[in-house]
């Protein structure tokens, strides 16, 4: 079973700067993509960026320029470092990794982090 460990969350302010991190384990199977989405109250969950395991990157336009996602394929760890923060990137950030078996995608999630700006 795959698990999904994230760490970074918290509260500050606007300007400032953070860094998530997620660690997988347990999977007997390479991992493809790994990315990072968020949820703000009252919205739906909406990527924020995501890395193939080539290091191919995408990004939602709302925070293109301000965070890079990164990861670490050796420690099955990707990383967002989050700069400038606004106060509308508040949301429960969750982790993502998609796993191939064969033809067949699965999909993990990490259980969020909060991440709170203040204006």
Do not use: H
Request: glycine content about 10%.
């Amino acid at each position: 079973q795959v698990q999904l460990v994230e760490s970074g969350g918290g509260l500050v302010q606007a300007g400032g700067s953070l860094r998530l991190s997620c660690a997988a384990s347990g999977s007997r199977f390479s991992i493809n993509a790994m990315g990072w989405y968020r949820q703000a109250p009252g919205k739906q969950r909406e990527l924020v960026a995501a890395i193939t395991s080539g290091g191919s990157t995408n990004y939602a336009d709302s925070v293109k320029g301000r965070f890079t996602i990164s990861r670490d394929n050796a420690k099955n760890t990707v990383y967002l470092q989050m700069n400038s923060l606004k106060p509308e990137d508040t949301a429960v950030y969750y982790c993502n990794v998609a796993i191939v078996v064969v033809t067949i995608p699965y999909d993990y999630w990490g259980q969020g982090t909060q991440v709170t700006v203040s204006s």
